[in-house]
């Protein structure tokens, strides 16, 4: 028998992982939040933006929310989850990965699936803004993978009370061959041009500077021209730009299913066998988990879908499911 409050039951009108994923993004009206913005500097001299919203009290819990690839803290998974936690009375501070803020980043170095040392100084960051409060994370997708990486090399030093992450690319290998197949292709043109136009923000950026140091080094790795998959993208721009040897030595060093049995914090995996991003056989086996590490698989949901209820009103089982794990006693 499923845990209470583990029933996910699709929503009739949104059959198939596509249709599942593409509500989220395209059809749902983004909850409406006030928040506020914290600009964190890096120890390079970079910068992350933080988007805070829920209660001021610094003993309430504080749970970091890790977006996934293109997004940002405006995502609408994002948005959904920070207003249900601020109803339970918990604070939440939602990342902007590297120049996915609303302006480019300072340095040619981007983020990735593999950026666990940015994640690591977002979480002391947080620890000593907060030293009282209970902190826990949640990643979606690439902000999953992330998350994993982290919690793997960390072991029973991370400082996290819990943790969630929904819909990850446990192996980046094959979710780039995943996402080259069928209909797939349509996300993987979006995410491609997405892409490209990061890269071409910082060079614009850094064109108007006078920075000729940091547009030389984009420049150096190729053109932006003819990249349709990510075997592409990640072989020419995002491997050689964050010291790997190429696209494979950046799959295999990235990939959160490498770190999953070293995790030594309670753990929830959330992931949909219909994900049109993940195939089946890239989710971990169980015997790959660590013991505190729970795998909850759906047979639908897609990729950060999860949508149940009715048209008219339509609910997000990963909104619902997400808090009552975190507060579990």
């Keep these: 028998m499923p845990a209470p409050g583990t029933t996910f039951t699709p929503a009739w009108w949104l059959p198939g992982g596509h249709l599942q994923t593409l509500w989220n993004p395209f059809c749902r009206r983004a909850p409406s939040l006030q928040r506020r ?70 340095l040619p170095r981007a983020y990735h699936s593999g950026a666990s040392d940015d994640l690591a100084e977002v979480i002391a960051h947080l620890q000593a803004a907060r030293p009282l409060a209970p902190l826990y994370a949640v990643g979606y997708s690439l902000g999953g993978n992330v998350l994993l990486k982290y919690l793997g090399e960390t072991g029973t030093a991370a400082p996290l009370q819990r ?86 030595d950046y799959y295999r060093r990235a990939s959160s299913r490498y770190f999953l049995p070293d995790i030594r914090i309670p753990t929830l995996l959330i992931q949909a066998e219909d994900d049109p991003f993940v195939f089946r056989h890239s989710v971990p086996d169980s015997d790959e988990l660590s013991a505190c590490t729970t795998l909850e698989l759906h047979h639908s949901g897609g990729h950060v879908g999860f949508v ?5 009103k339509p609910q997000y089982y990963l909104e619902r499911r997400i808090p009552q794990w975190l507060t579990e006693p």
């Design 37 to 106: 913005r914290e600009r964190l500097w890096l120890a390079d001299g970079d910068f992350i933006d933080l988007d805070w919203h829920g209660p001021h009290e610094l003993t309430a819990p504080l749970v970091l929310v890790l977006h996934g690839l293109t997004g940002s803290s405006r995502s609408h998974y994002v948005l959904g989850l920070q207003r249900q936690l601020a109803e339970r009375g918990w604070t939440s501070a939602a990342i902007n990965w590297r120049g996915c803020s609303g302006e480019p980043n300072l």
């Design 163 to 248: 943790a969630v992450a929904v819909s990850v690319p446990y192996r980046l290998d094959q979710c780039a061959d995943r996402i080259g197949l069928g209909f797939s292709r349509v996300y993987q043109a979006h995410f491609m041009r997405e892409m490209v136009g990061y890269v071409k923000d910082k060079q614009q950026l850094f064109a108007r500077q006078g920075n000729t140091e940091h547009l030389s080094a984009l420049e150096r790795l190729g053109s932006l021209q003819g990249m349709r998959t990510f075997w592409d993208f990640d072989g020419r721009f995002t491997a050689p730009l964050h010291g790997y040897a190429d696209a494979n």
């Design 308 to 312: 149940e209820g009715s048209l008219i």
